[in-house]
């Protein structure tokens, strides 16, 4: 069994991990990392939305979906 960090729950949406992104929209914690690379702040349609929080990295359901579907219209 592995460990992970707690999740917290913002607007009442509880956060997803990385590990919990992977296996539900099948980005590998690599490519993740790539996704939120500062290079990718000046386009907004390549960089990944997460929430750092000290060294630990959460994502919101809801914001992928949101993402996902601005990249569809593009």
């Known amino acids: 069994m ?3 960090y707690p999740a ?3 607007d009442g949406e509880t956060t997803m991990t990385k590990e919990q ?3 539900e929209f099948g980005f590998s914690l690599q490519t993740q990392a790539e996704m939120r690379m500062e290079k990718n702040r000046l386009n907004p ?3 990944i939305p ?5 060294k630990r990295i959460y994502y919101l359901r ?3 979906i ?3 579907k601005s990249l569809e219209n593009k």
């Open 62 to 64: 809801s914001e992928i």
């Open 45 to 47: 349609h390549k960089r």
């Open 21 to 23: 992104v992977k296996a």
């Open 66 to 68: 949101k993402w996902l």
């Open 8 to 10: 917290i729950v913002i």
């Open 50 to 54: 997460f929430i750092k929080q000290g």
């Open 2 to 4: 592995s460990w992970e």
